[in-house]
């Protein structure tokens, strides 16, 4: 970040940052809280240089010698899970303290754009089982629109994509509805500066 900032008027222009949270220090619980307030302090030093924090948990996962299959969420991972509310905590509050934090990436790609043959076999899928094959590759998006809906119910903002078919179903669950706008309009209406439930 020290480096992003100097170098910005030589470059004549700003740069700006999106660190990303992916060591073992911050994943293991022994080291996690103070790992945690050092990135704080840093990264509030830099806040008008920084857009948002990524969450690396690809990174975590492997230093367990886990994979999240296609139809788990990191949230089914249940020490990467530890990490993100732990994270959310600290650094993604809403008080004017806080930074974005940003969904993990999804690492599975929809089929027909694959690269790769499916490594399921054909064979014993011919005839009457050949949906069932085709149901069993294709159900990697499923478990991108869930984790979605789970990053936005646990704090987190936007996910970072890292095929071209993720980033239709982020954008699209990621506008507001007519309904959320409307709950915010009336929470920020001036008249209901007393607080509470309403219907």
């Not at 899970?81 to 930074?99: C, E, K, Q």
């Not at 069993?136 to 990053?151: K, Q, S």
């Not at 959320?180 to 309403?198: K, T, Y």
């Amino acid at each position: 970040l020290e480096a992003l900032t100097s170098c910005g008027p030589a470059l004549e222009r700003r740069l700006y940052a999106m660190p990303v949270l992916e060591s073992p220090e911050l994943l293991h619980l022994e080291t996690r809280g103070e790992t945690l307030g050092g990135i704080a302090r840093t990264v509030d030093k830099y806040r008008d240089r920084v857009l948002a924090l990524r969450l690396g948990v690809t990174d975590f996962c492997s230093a367990y010698g886990l994979r999240r299959a296609p139809d788990m969420t990191a949230y089914d991972v249940q020490l990467v899970a530890s990490v993100i509310a732990d994270v959310v905590n600290v650094l993604g509050r809403a008080d004017g303290t806080g930074f974005t934090v940003t969904g993990p990436v999804w690492e599975y790609f929809k089929p027909h754009e694959r690269m790769f043959k499916p490594q399921l076999r054909r064979s014993p899928f011919i005839g009457e089982a050949e949906a069932l094959r085709t149901a069993l590759i294709e159900h990697d998006m499923d478990g991108l629109l869930r984790e979605i809906e789970l990053d936005r119910a646990n704090g987190l903002q936007g996910k970072t994509c890292i095929h071209p078919t993720h980033v239709a179903p982020v954008h699209a669950l990621s506008v507001v509805s007519h309904e959320e706008f409307s709950d915010a309009a009336d929470i920020l209406a001036p008249q209901r500066c007393g607080g509470g439930v309403l219907r």
